[in-house]
């Protein structure tokens, strides 16, 4: 029997939309969602302030047994004060939403010889340097131009018997790039446990790697000093880690950045230039840059 969801989406201010989207949660929703109503982009909120878009959706998301005409009547009430501007129901047909998500993630190349393989899929070239991925609900499947920046820089420049940490690795797409493309050891690090998870098991679906494959958390990090440290984050964060991967590194270290918008470019340098080397070019992908430092 086909199973029905019940999607319920209501259109209100940027102030009001946390308390609406904490309501749908007191109201029985499995999950909450928030989209731009209008043409707003946000590139990096916040991480300690929610921020939303003066127009925002939210957007419930309840069983299908789920009585929903008392949340209708909420909802009409609260358009009739005027804290929402408009609402509707919508049934869609329950599925797995993690792989929905995942439908258009497609093998990727890069550079000569790299290529990101989903593991519902046979890789297109046997004999290249494949990392077969499930990324699961963490970041990261190369198709987002700050991840392609670093598997480019990666493809072309990781060394044989480097060690390697990668600082906010998502599902562990770079370490796994940097292990199949000759690194003797790879540190994963990551403040989401589903992160860590994600990275163990695609760690466990690449022959040879897991053993050479470390997950931590920030602040459980073993003592390790890598040859090359990619932190693929955001700026904000990026700049009050100068000092921590400045810790972390030694002489001669590579230093790769990403996560940072063109227009960020130049506070990120000089957070790093007290302990870092800046080597040319800022290498662009639409609106995202790439950054390389050699530890002084």
């Known amino acids: 029997m086909v199973k029905f969801v019940i999607e319920?989406?209501?259109k209100t201010r940027a102030d009001?939309?946390?308390?609406?989207?904490?309501?749908?949660?007191?109201?029985?929703?499995?999950?909450?969602?928030?989209?731009d109503a209008g043409d707003e982009p946000i590139y990096e909120p916040d991480p300690f302030a929610?921020?939303?878009?003066?127009?925002?959706?939210?957007?419930?998301l309840f069983d299908h047994d789920t009585a929903a005409q008392p949340i209708l009547n909420y909802l009409e009430n609260q358009q009739a004060s005027?804290?929402?501007?408009?609402?509707?129901?919508?049934?869609?047909?329950?599925?797995?939403?993690e792989r929905v998500c995942l439908e258009h993630f497609k093998p990727i190349q890069f550079g000569n010889r790299l290529w990101i393989c989903p593991s519902w899929h046979t890789p297109p070239d046997p004999h290249a340097v494949n990392v077969i991925l499930d990324p699961g609900l963490a970041f990261g499947t190369g198709t987002h131009?700050?991840?392609?920046?670093?598997?480019?820089?990666?493809?072309?420049?990781?060394?044989?018997?480097?060690?390697?940490?990668?600082?906010?690795?998502?599902?562990g797409i770079l370490g796994l790039a940097?292990?199949?493309?000759?690194?003797?050891?790879?540190v994963a690090v990551d403040n989401d446990p589903q992160a860590l998870l994600a990275t163990q098991k695609n760690g466990q679906i690449n022959p040879g790697i897991s053993s050479k494959l470390q997950t931590c958390l920030p602040d459980e990090m073993p003592?390790?000093?890598?040859?090359?440290?990619?932190?693929?984050?955001?700026?904000?964060?990026?700049?009050?880690?100068?000092?921590?991967f400045a810790s972390f590194t030694h002489p001669g270290s590579d230093l790769l950045l990403s996560g940072?918008?063109?227009?960020?470019?130049?506070?990120?340098?000089?957070?790093?230039?007290?302990?870092?080397?800046?080597?040319?070019?800022?290498v662009h992908k639409n609106e995202w840059v790439r950054l390389y430092f050699v530890r002084s």
């Open 50 to 60: 929610p921020h939303f878009w003066q127009e925002t959706i939210v957007i419930g």
């Open 178 to 186: 940097a292990l199949k493309l000759g690194a003797q050891e790879v």
């Open 223 to 244: 003592e390790f000093a890598p040859d090359v440290l990619i932190a693929n984050i955001l700026a904000r964060p990026l700049i009050e880690l100068a000092p921590r």
């Open 145 to 171: 131009p700050t991840t392609a920046l670093c598997l480019e820089w990666l493809e072309e420049h990781i060394q044989q018997g480097s060690l390697v940490m990668d600082y906010g690795c998502g599902s």
């Open 16 to 35: 009001y939309a946390e308390m609406l989207g904490d309501q749908f949660l007191l109201l029985g929703a499995k999950a909450v969602t928030f989209q």
């Open 260 to 282: 940072i918008l063109v227009s960020q470019a130049e506070e990120v340098m000089k957070a790093y230039e007290g302990w870092f080397q800046f080597k040319k070019p800022i």
């Open 82 to 97: 005027g804290l929402i501007k408009n609402f509707h129901r919508k049934d869609i047909m329950d599925q797995d939403w």
């Open 8 to 10: 319920l989406h209501a």
